[in-house]
C-alpha cells in the first residue's frame, strides 16, 4: 500500500510543495509548484523499513548458501566479477545535485541526501554488470549519524538489486570489542529480552552486511569473532595481506616469523589456520584476503597458501591495477578474484573514455561498469589461455 504525505518544500526558483510516496521500499519525491509546473521526481532515500526487502532479495543463508556460494552464483549468472565500491567523495560529486540539494540548506542532514541522490542511481545504472557493491565505512562515518543512515540505506538499496554486500570496515579490534564488532557488521547485536523476538537477547543489526574487511592487527583474539561468524553464519570475512596503499609497504615488506617471510606472505598462512570449517557447499572457504591489483606475484603466492580461497582484490583501474593483474590469481574456471573499481566507476562522468555531462553521471557508471566486467572477462581469458600453453 503506498504511504503518501505532505512536507514543507526545499526552495528552489520558487516556492514549491513536497509530494512524497514509497513503492518498493524506496521513498520518492515529487515537488509541484515549482516555476516549470507540474511533476519532477527523483529517488532520494530508502524508507524507514529499508532493508526488509533487500534481505528478502538476498539473504539465502536460511537455504544453506554461504557467502562464497552466492558470490560463485552470481558469477555463473552474470558473467561478471567485479564489485562495485559505493563511496562518496564529496568533491568528485555531480555539482547539480550538489547546488540542488543546498538550495534546502547546507547541513548534515544534506550530506546524506546527496550521498543517496548519488550512489542510488549509480547501483541501478551498474547492476546488470556488478555482483557485489562495497561501501567504506569511513567515507560515511565522518558525517556522523546522518552518514551512518545513509550508509545502510545505500547497502538496502544494494541488496535490493540483488547485490551481495560488503562493508569495507578494516576493522581493528580485539576480544570482547572484536565480537561486538563482529555481530554489528555480519549479525546480531545484544537486545533486550523479548518474548516476541527471536534469538531472545538479539536484535539484528541496522549496519550487518553480507562480508566485511578485517586486519589482523589485533592479532587472533581479534580474528577469532569474524572467523565464528564464516563458520556459523555463512559471512564472508576478507583479511587484509598485500593492499593496495603505497605506503602500506613500508609494513608488507618488513620480514617476520621463523620462516623469515614477508608480512603479507606471513598473513596468509595465518589465514589459512582460519580457513577449517568454512567452507560452503562449492568448497570454497568464507575466509579470504584483501590484495592489491597491482601485485601480480603476491597474488599468485597467495593463492599456492590459500588455494580456496576468494580474493578480495583492490585498486583495480584508478590504483595502478591492470585488469590482468587484478585477476591473476582466478582458479582454473575462472573463479576466486572479486574485483573492486570505485572511482573509475562512480565518477565516470568527470573523466575518461566515458566522460559526460554532470547530469548523466548515472549513465557513465552504467557504462563503465560494463567495460570494466567485460575488460576483466578478457583478462581471465588470456590467463587461463596461458596457463593452458604451459601445461
Known sequence: MRVCERTNARRTSSPAGVFIFRKNGLQFRKNFGTTGGGFSGKVVSISSAFDAKGRECMDKRGSGLTFTDRLEEQVRIKQSRLCLGIDPFFEMMPPHLKRQIADGGKSFEAMGELFEQSMVPIIDAAASNVIAAQANLASYLIYGETGLRAYRRILAHARERNLLTIGDAKCTEGDHIAELCADGYLGAVPFWDTPYREPRGRHESSIQSDAVTVTMAMGSSGMAPFVAAARERGAGVFVLARPSFQTNSEFDLLRVGTHDEFLWEWIGHQVRKFTKGTEGRYGWWNVGVTCGAKFRGEMRRLREILPRSWFHVVGFGKQGGTAENAVAAV???????????TRAIDYAWARGP???????????????????????????ERVLAKRRKLE
Open 354 to 380: 566515458f566522460k559526460r555531462r554532470p547530469e548523466e553521471f548515472a549513465e557513465a557508471a552504467g557504462d563503465a561498469a560494463r567495460a570494466a566486467r567485460d575488460d576483466l572477462n578478457r583478462a581471465i
Open 331 to 341: 582458479d582454473n574456471d575462472g573463479l576466486g578474484c572479486l574485483v573492486v573499481s
